[in-house]
């Protein structure tokens, strides 16, 4: 919500960055590129690389780099008036997958017990369905939300940092858990804001087909 708010801030001063960079590289690009780092951030804290205690801040770089990717493939679409149905459809799916492979991750490196991670994974998805679906029916979801996409990605990469910092892995338990209550007042936050939109919708269409 907060992020949100201050990534479209920014975002608009960066438009000529927008502009310069659309001429190397194309906004569906960019969105598979943030991907892959994310996909890659997920496989090297799953420990398939073997790097140890190296695993965490290497992956740590991964996902701020792809989280950077993520914001500049909507920044190149705008700037060079190159947005469509399948470039945000891509987005949006893309942001899935780098969810589920840094949480899986953790999972499969035996940095966080399988309840908190499925719980994380499972809120994650539901919090990006209610949005998807009640916005399908009309509702707007925008802003709604303590955990949107950014803060998900802010606190994971807040969450990592400290562990490298400290490196207590029980940082990294109770930080998914807090990812776990956050992710679940979200839940319940856009539940009950498209609830009250879709109602007074359905209201509306009631007025008018009396008239």
Known sequence: MVLSA????????????????????SPNALTLSAMMLGLLAG????????????SVPLALVLIILSGLMDMLDGLVARATQRTSRVGAFLDSTCDRVV????????GVG??????????AL???????????????????????????????????????????????????EYGIWLFVVLAA??????TLSAVTQL???????????RR
């Open 6 to 25: 201050l990534k479209r801030a920014v975002t608009r001063k960066l438009e000529r960055v927008g502009a310069t960079l659309g001429k190397v590289a």
């Open 43 to 54: 496989v090297v804290l799953a420990g398939v690389f073997e790097l140890g205690e190296n």
């Open 99 to 106: 969810d589920a492979a840094v949480l899986i991750g953790l």
């Open 110 to 119: 035996g940095y966080v017990g399988w309840v908190p991670v499925s719980l």
């Open 122 to 172: 499972a809120l994650s998805m539901l919090t990006s369905y209610v949005k998807s679906r009640a916005e399908t029916l009309g509702a707007d979801l925008s802003g709604v939300g303590v955990l949107e996409r950014p803060e998900r990605i802010l606190l994971i990469v807040a969450i990592l940092f400290a562990y490298c910092i400290f490196g207590s892995r029980l940082i990294l």
């Open 185 to 190: 007042i979200t839940v319940v936050q856009r």
């Open 199 to 209: 109602r007074c919708l359905d209201s509306k269409l009631e007025d008018s087909e």
